[in-house]
């Protein structure tokens, strides 16, 4: 990969990164004319799933299932997904591996590893390459891991153990294998068990550092976990904390915005909506729910400008040609309704939202039909 894809790339991060600081690499994307922002949003062409996710998903409750969903979910909306690894060599900061010639089909065939294993391995960056096309080492590491699946292992506890000892392709030479100990039923070894490859028996690498690193990524996962658990109150402070670190970042505004209007706090929240406006005029997003936060107000005039705007930024984007439908619906804009209804089922025919506009395109032609007559 090179830097040539960069230009007009908005990438979002999973995550955080483990192995350079985010800042540096957001620096570099804007150099080459690209966006780097936590979070996804609708401008969102590139998904890095940062390693340090790993580690959360070990203490989550779902583990690594809530991983595979995030994955499935960021594929099917049409994004690359990216490694840190991946991530770093688009930007030009690190050295692509060797010429390689091995296709993702031809390492499945000949590792016997499952396409969904490679994929999730892959992108967590547990061998040379981080996609297609491989290397021979990567197809030995990859009949490694197919053995220690085998055997009880997850690929999650393999993608967390195989950075604990210097470069993935050194493992190629190293002997693994899984094991119980400990109380844990898929840890990954080496040399017949002598030594736990994630560092367990060695030293307590799971919680170093843990206490007091309050960084800018984990404050803003925890927030983001706080608000997916529907604890508005403490997201909406978490992302505060995260704007005081980095004022500039319009995604942990927009996220604070969605919160205290979440909580009742609907002035609050549109302060929010215009700072992350402010600091991202193009966010799609922030126009769409700062129109349905001034619609609920009954602010119709504010309502249609925002709406407006959003579809103006976004023309692919149906949910505000539907508000705005249905906000000159009320206004008696009979015409102007229909307009936006038949815009609507041009980008969503199938939804139960769509069966909605088709009835309101079919109401207003029979009104216009009873007034002509």
Known sequence: MTAQAVPGAVFGTIGALAAFPLRLAAREAERQHGQLRRGITRRTTHVVFGRALLAKARLSRNGDADIERRVAAERAAGHKLLSENGFLRLLGLMKAPEASSLSRQ???????????????????????????????????????????????????????????????????????????????????YLEGGQSELDGQLLFDLGTAGAEGDDTLEELFAEAEAAEEGGDHEGAAALYQRCLAIDPSDAIAA????????????????????????????????????????????????????????????????????????????????????????????????????????????QFVDLQLARTAE
């Open 106 to 188: 031809s390492l499945i065939e000949q590792s016997r590893l499952s396409g969904a294993d490679l994929d999730l391995l892959s992108l967590f960056d547990a061998f040379e390459h981080d996609a297609e096309p491989y290397s021979f080492r990567d197809l030995i590491l990859a009949r490694k891991y197919a053995g220690l699946i085998a055997g009880g292992a997850t690929w999650g506890a393999i993608a967390r153990s195989v950075h604990r000892s210097g470069p993935v392709a050194s493992l190629t030479a190293k002997s693994l294998n899984v094991g119980s100990q400990h109380g844990r039923a898929d840890a990954i």
């Open 254 to 361: 927009f996220n604070r915005a969605n919160c205290l209007r979440a909580g009742g706090h609907a002035a609050d929240a549109a302060h929010a909506y215009i700072s992350a406006i402010k600091l991202d005029p193009a966010f799609v997003e922030a126009w769409f729910n700062l129109a349905g936060l001034m619609s609920e107000q009954g602010r119709e005039a504010s309502a249609r400008r925002h709406l407006q705007k959003a579809i103006a930024l976004d023309k692919s984007y149906a949910d505000p040609v539907f508000n705005l439908a249905r906000l000159e619906f009320d206004a008696g804009n009979l015409l102007e309704a229909r307009r936006l209804w038949v815009r609507y089922l041009e980008l969503d025919a199938d939804s139960e939202w769509a069966r909605v506009a088709t009835k309101g395109v």
